[in-house]
């Protein structure tokens, strides 16, 4: 009998002895499923195939960290070097993650839904209907979230990452779309290849991820990344320096194969 006034949660299960993940017993998914599967079970409610937990998994090793330049990292060094403890100078990295970084994940779904959308409303052609859409927002000054690159003109992230969705079997509208976009653009004259965030929108949107929970899968990916720099800032650098975003060198392991 619960308590008057109990509220619910349908996440986990908590008794003595006894935590449940989406009804399965954590002590069962341990050392059975991968970090990916559990993220989509929680996520989504669901495991998934073992194919989509692949695709998982891949999009979180993706995003786990893109150098000193992105604006979460930079925010949680500054913050480290404050002197804050590792918890802070995270919380700070993520809250830099937002519309502008990271975010392009969620609006590009949006976006990508739109197209999909408007060719099923005016019985037309995806190339077609995208064709409108990006002029209509150009008309409006907005950018295609999720394509162009500052740093990558061909992102080997985004490549990989189609070729294990065709592998799953799960390339579809969402995927169709994005290259209607990229051809949009080339045929405008411009060259923005879709971006790794753009392309992780598209999976997550083929998959059938709500968008309000696409921008979290990048901060749950991107956290080892800012737990890594913190952890740098605090033992390498004197505090409160100047954190030049720009000029900085690469001092790590050589290039190396997982052979
Ligand atoms: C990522 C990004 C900031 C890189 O920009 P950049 O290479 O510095 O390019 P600029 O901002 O100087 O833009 C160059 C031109 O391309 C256009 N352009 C760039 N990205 C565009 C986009 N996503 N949609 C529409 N037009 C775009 C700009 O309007 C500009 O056109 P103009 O020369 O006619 O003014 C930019 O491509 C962008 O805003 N993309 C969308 C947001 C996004 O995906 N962010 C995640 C990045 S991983």
Known sequence: MNHPGTWTTAVTEIQPNHVAVRGYDIAELMGNISFGQAVYLILRGELPDPSVGLLMEAILVASIDHGATPPSTLAARTVASTGANLGQSVAAGILSINRWHGGAIQDCAIQLGRIIQRAGKEQCKLQDAANAELADMKARGERMSGFGHRVHASDPRTRRLFELCREAGVAGPYLDAASAVEKFFEMTGKSLPINVD????????????????????????????????????????????????????YDGPKSRTLK
């Open 198 to 249: 753009g392309a992780i929108g598209a999976v997550l949107a083929q998959l059938g991820f709500d968008p309000a929970v696409m921008n979290g899968v990048f901060m749950i990916a991107r956290l080892p990344g800012l737990v890594a720099h913190v952890a740098e800032e605090q033992s390498r650098e004197k505090p409160m320096r100047k954190i030049d975003p720009v000029h900085h060198a």
